[in-house]
Every structure is written in C-alpha cells, then in structure tokens.
C-alpha cells in the first residue's frame, strides 16, 4: 500500500513541478542595489510550492524504491502468448488528471482545498483499482506497459497481467518478472532461451 502511495505520488510528478511554476513568489531585482526580501516572506509566500517540493521528494523516493525493487531475484520466466500495447494509458492518465488540475485557481484557498480533496480521491480511486502502472512519469523514463496472456510452468495460463518493462517486447517472447502486485509485473526478456 505504502509503494502504491509512492507510486501514486510519482506519477503527479509532472502537476507538481508545473504548480511550482504557477505559484512561486520569488522576487527578482537585476539592478545593482539589490536586498534579500528576508526568508520570512519566502517562507510565506511560498507555502504551496514549498508542499509541492516536500511531494517531489515523495515521488523521488517512490523511484528509488521501485528501481531497488526491480532490481531483485526474477521469479522463472514465462512465455508470452497474447500481447497488446497498452502505452496510450499513460497519454490517458496525463490528460484526464495532470492537465485539467493545473487550472486551478491557485490564489484561492477554496479552490487549494477542493486541490487537495480532488488529488486525495483521485489517488484513492488510483491506489484501490492498481492504476499506478499509468504512471506518465514512467513513460517520461522510458518505461514501457504491456497487457499479456502468458504460459507459465506446468503449463499454467494466466490472462490479464500488465507488464511494466523498458524493452520492447513481442508474441513469443520469454520474459523474467518480479511481481509487483498480484496481475502487475515488471518484466525483462530472458535471452537465455534465444
């Protein structure tokens, strides 16, 4: 659940950064008779970005821990039998949620607020349906997602399983996966059978 949540937080990586730009309060003074305006007003004035830096952080964290894991002992490869590219969900995610919520009314702390509330059920509905492999930030990475039918050992069918991978991957093709959740992998091609 904690992972889901970090994941969740990567994936607005994008809306942060973007609402950072939007609301920032830095002053800027080229001439030579320049002063600090004090840190308390940066401090202040900036209390929105300053969330959204604590919430990259979040993100960044999120990615450190999703590479750690992914890095760790494969479960025995499987054959793909079915595959579809499913590559347009991230477009899907970034259109439906990132872009409509940088609209808002950032002077307004009513509309902060239904800011917070939104992202909140936006995440639970995330966290609770395992949408984070829609993660744009993902894709921005390079990171490719997959829907597949697979032959596993004892000639076991699993159908439906959603593969997050950086290669390009075809029918046919032997893959190592860790598991990630019950039916989302991240998976590499196993090229000992080539």
């Known amino acids: 659940m904690i992972r889901k949540i970090g994941l969740y937080f ?3 990586w994008l809306l ?92 307004s702390i009513r509309y902060e607020i239904v800011l917070v509330i939104v992202l909140v059920v936006i995440g639970m509905i995330y966290i609770r349906t395992d949408l984070f492999y829609a993660n744009p930030t993902l894709a921005i990475l390079r990171f490719r997602i997959y829907k597949v039918s697979g032959s596993f050992r004892n000639n076991e069918t699993r159908n439906g399983i959603v593969l997050i991978c950086r290669e390009v991957l075809n029918l046919n093709d032997r893959v190592k996966y860790i598991k990630i959740d019950e039916r989302i992998y991240y998976a590499y091609k196993d090229n000992t059978y080539e």
Not at 39 to 61: E, H, K, S, T
Request: proline share 4%; aromatic share 18%.
């Open 10 to 12: 990567l994936s607005l």
């Open 16 to 107: 942060f950064f973007l609402i950072i730009i939007i609301t920032a309060d830095i002053p800027f003074y080229w001439s030579s008779d320049w002063e600090f305006v004090g840190l308390n007003y940066l401090l202040l004035n900036n209390i929105v970005p300053m969330i959204c830096v604590i919430a990259l952080l979040i993100g960044a964290l999120s990615y450190y821990d999703f590479n750690h894991r992914i890095t760790g002992t494969p479960e025995l490869s499987f054959e793909i039998t079915e595959i579809e590219n499913i590559d347009y969900e991230h477009l899907t995610f970034l259109t439906t949620y990132i872009v409509p919520l940088v609209c808002f009314n950032f002077d």
